[in-house]
């Protein structure tokens, strides 16, 4: 069973973008994970294709359509299908490793991009999309957002990562941030590696990375100590 992405979107041009190169771009061509990225605007019904309508009570932008997005939804996903559907947001939950390993351990996701001031509440409550946050700031659109979270699932998919073990200790799996990292030279511009990366003993070795990581949660995200 590969990962199975639907994207709906006005921009089906923005995909696969970055997630067509590098590491998520071969494994889709190797047939590991797959994509389709479907207009939400050939779900339009009138003459002019068009997909959004004022604000009900008023104000500024433009509202995407519940019957055009259900429209476009209900064409490419059956009822029955057990992905989960997310709608980005930045009202939605925020975007963690942990959702993504829940995703990356599933069967795909089928992924909405919203686009003026968002979308009209009742298509979120009929089709149960789950809106998901990527960060505390407004995007012009949910492409960029969506390819952040594929790329994120993507790397943890098997077969994706060239070395199986290296998702295991990075930035957030155990709920701390990543050690630094060195490689040769040994000397540049006068600094050197540190003497326990170069002790070949790796107890020392592991109990400084654990240190370091600790210290750097500590002093930059001491958010994370306690959850
Ligand atoms: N008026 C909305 C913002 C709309 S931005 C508000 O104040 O909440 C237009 C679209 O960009 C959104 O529908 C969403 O799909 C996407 N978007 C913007 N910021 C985002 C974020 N931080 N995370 C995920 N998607 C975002």
Known sequence: MTFKADVFTLYPDMFPGTLGAALAGKALADGLWSLDAYNIRDSATDKHRSVDDTPAG????????????????????PANDPRPKLLMSPRGVPLSQQMVRDLADGPGAVIVCGRFEGVDERVIEARGLTEVSIGDYVLSGGEVAAQVVLDAVVRLLPGVMGNDVSGAHESFEDGLLEHPHYTRPVEWEGRTIPDVLRSGDHKKI?????????????????DLLKT
């Not at 008023?58 to 209900?74: E, H, N, P, S, T």
């Not at 592991?206 to 001491?222: G, H, K, V």
């Open 206 to 222: 592991d109990a400084w990375r654990r240190e370091r990581s600790e210290a750097l949660t500590r002093a930059r995200r001491p």
């Open 58 to 77: 008023g104000g500024a932008g433009m509202v995407l359509r519940a019957d055009i997005l259900a429209k476009a939804l209900d064409t490419h996903v």
